[in-house]
């Protein structure tokens, strides 16, 4: 075996100790190709999701109730694109190019969450996409912040706290406008019915047809299978639609008393699927709207750069 092969295989026993050891791996450290484009891979897609995110609350910004509310989405949708550039950061230090990301995502060669390409019609949206969306998003994103890579880890603790304020806002204009007028109630209701199942698609395939789940958790970049996730947000989900007065669109919703979970549906992942696969509903009006943002603003860009340059 040569040198260099020797300093490999001690180089993967010392990564491999690390994460059995729960330790962080940072960005100095050795770290196997296949952990490294796996990571890029996952950050990317969340920070792509971010950024995307901001779309369907985004479009309801001038059409807000009131100042208050007006405010309240506004901060909410600034918070979102901060989001995206930590997490667009956290990649960086992987040596990956933001600027390749962005057009790895317009050129659908990387993906976003599919939660993001279906229609925000009326402002309960806005409030159930902070409930449920949102919601589902806390209970994907808080084990992240024991992701076995630091930067990853560090940034999720700012954003899950930002991200736990989002939920408390959706639910507290849900609960605002359930005790308004009978229209208003079936707007929530409406609103409800509509983004339940995606929002449970949002934590991914089942395990059972999920490609790279095994091999995150065993690296310690999950620490729960996509399943896990589903069932905790589900039970989470149902005592707050209870309180709130909603009916969650699921004629299989039962509590297993042997178990204390609730038993669910069955989702349609063939619907998921084409989502995935740029069918949804706005999936094209999403990545245009991207693409117009970044063309458009390339200027700024390049008056940045210049000026940092000449000031170096």
């Known amino acids: 075996m040569t040198a260099a092969a020797l300093d490999d295989v001690d180089l993967q026993a010392h990564f491999d100790a690390t994460i059995a050891a729960g330790h962080r791996i940072e960005p ?9 484009n796996g990571l890029i891979r996952q950050i990317a897609q969340h920070a792509h999701s971010e950024i995307i995110g ?3 609350e985004g479009d309801w910004l001038l059409a807000a109730p009131s100042l208050r509310r007006k405010a309240i989405l506004l901060a909410k949708v600034q918070d979102e694109a901060g989001h995206g550039m930590y997490l667009y950061s956290a990649a960086e230090t992987l040596g990956a190019d933001r600027a390749d990301l962005t057009d790895k995502l317009i050129e659908r060669r990387q993906k976003y969450s599919s939660i993001f390409n279906y229609p925000s019609l009326t402002y309960a949206d806005v409030g159930v996409i902070g409930w449920l969306v949102d919601g589902a998003a806390i209970c994907n994103q808080v084990p992240l912040c024991r992701s076995s890579y630091g930067p990853y880890a560090r940034a999720m603790i700012r954003v899950c706290k930002e991200e736990s304020f ?7 204009l849900l609960m605002a406008m359930m005790g308004g007028t009978p229209e208003q109630r079936a707007m929530v209701q409406d609103a409800v019915d509509r983004w339940w199942w995606p929002s ?6 089942p395990d059972d047809d999920s490609p790279n789940s095994a091999q995150s958790m065993a690296w310690g970049i999950k620490r729960h299978t996509n399943d896990e996730l589903r069932q905790r947000y589900v039970d989470m989900s149902v005592p707050q639609a209870d309180f709130l007065g909603v009916t969650l669109p699921d004629p299989e919703l039962s509590l297993d008393p042997e178990t204390g979970h609730y038993r669910f549906g ?3 992942w063939a619907e998921f699927k ?5 069918q949804g509903p706005c999936n094209d009006e999403r990545i245009a709207r991207r693409r117009a943002a970044r063309d458009e603003n390339a200027w700024v860009i390049d008056a940045a750069t210049a000026y940092a340059e000449k000031h170096a």
């Open 266 to 268: 069955a989702i349609d």
């Open 28 to 36: 100095r450290d050795w770290m196997p190709d296949g952990y490294r």
């Open 274 to 278: 084409r989502v995935i696969g740029g």
């Open 166 to 172: 989002h939920q408390r806002q959706g639910y507290e």
């Open 200 to 205: 449970l698609m949002m934590f991914g395939p």
């Open 54 to 56: 901001m779309q369907p």
